[in-house]
């Protein structure tokens, strides 16, 4: 069953699709793209029920979804890229993020970043925020752009079909890919519970490791 809370949405998009059309389309993916958890899953099924109306046609709303996710996620690429970088440059030591920890993220986002951005727009949770990451890591932003709409058309496509198909009873699309934001949700979760006790398993063996200082004076 449907929070209250996606009950709005609900109301809200499909008032927000009856007025302007494919850019609202737009908009809501691009606040979804832009590290703002507005869920795609209510989104683009909704948008197929319009479809399954004769309102909007199947790859009018794809393309209106995936030009939305392109545009909310340069937002988030540069927020990361101009904001991000300098904050943690400077005081990501706060936050247990080293130096060292964001040139691994820079030499790994070089070497994996194209499939990174491709496979993250195929994965609830993931897709939301991947962009600030490859911003901080300051990928090349073609590539990223490009990857991100390779990504996102097909996930774009894929949920508005299923609103289209299943007509009035779009809102299964978001009650079934829930079961997968658990299960994204939790990996994220021990992934930042094994990172920080890396980093203060490390930083409390490195202080063990301290010498004494030498007081210059013999025993």
């Given at each position: 069953?449907?929070?209250?809370?996606?009950?709005?949405?609900?109301?809200?998009?499909?008032?927000?699709?009856?007025?302007?059309?494919?850019?609202?389309?737009?908009?809501?993916?691009?606040?979804?793209?832009?590290?703002?958890?507005?869920?795609?899953?209510?989104?683009?099924?909704?948008?197929?029920?319009?479809?399954?109306?004769?309102?909007?046609?199947?790859?009018?709303?794809?393309?209106?979804?995936?030009?939305?996710?392109?545009?909310?996620?340069?937002?988030?690429?540069?927020?990361?890229?101009?904001?991000?970088?300098?904050?943690?440059?400077?005081?990501?030591?706060?936050?247990?993020i080293s130096p060292h920890d964001l040139e691994i993220a820079d030499r790994w986002f070089a070497r994996y970043g194209q499939s990174a951005i491709f496979f993250s727009?195929?994965?609830?949770?993931?897709?939301?925020?991947?962009?600030?990451?490859?911003?901080?890591?300051?990928?090349?932003?073609?590539?990223?752009?490009?990857?991100?709409?390779?990504?996102?058309?097909?996930?774009?496509?894929?949920?508005?079909?299923?609103?289209?198909?299943?007509?009035?009873?779009?809102?299964?699309?978001?009650?079934?890919?829930?079961?997968?934001?658990?299960?994204?949700?939790?990996?994220?979760?021990?992934?930042?519970?094994?990172?920080?006790?890396?980093?203060?398993?490390?930083?409390?063996?490195?202080?063990?490791?301290?010498?004494?200082?030498?007081?210059?004076?013999?025993?």
């Open positions: 069953m449907l929070g209250s809370i996606e009950t709005v949405l609900i109301a809200f998009f499909e008032q927000l699709y009856s007025t302007v059309g494919y850019p609202g389309v737009v908009v809501a993916m691009a606040i979804e793209s832009a590290c703002i958890p507005l869920p795609s899953e209510i989104i683009l099924p909704m948008a197929g029920w319009m479809v399954s109306r004769e309102i909007f046609t199947l790859w009018g709303a794809t393309l209106a979804g995936t030009v939305g996710c392109v545009l909310g996620s340069a937002i988030a690429y540069w927020v990361g890229a101009l904001g991000g970088r300098p904050l943690l440059d400077r005081y990501g030591r706060y936050v247990l727009r195929l994965l609830p949770v993931v897709r939301t925020f991947i962009s600030l990451p490859a911003g901080i890591a300051r990928m090349p932003f073609g590539l990223f752009i490009l990857y991100t709409a390779l990504g996102s058309l097909p996930w774009s496509f894929a949920l508005v079909y299923a609103g289209k198909s299943l007509g009035d009873n779009w809102e299964t699309v978001r009650t079934v890919l829930q079961k997968f934001d658990v299960v994204v949700i939790a990996v994220i979760i021990v992934a930042l519970a094994y990172y920080i006790y890396r980093h203060v398993a490390g930083a409390v063996t490195a202080v063990s490791k301290t010498p004494e200082p030498f007081s210059g004076k013999d025993e």
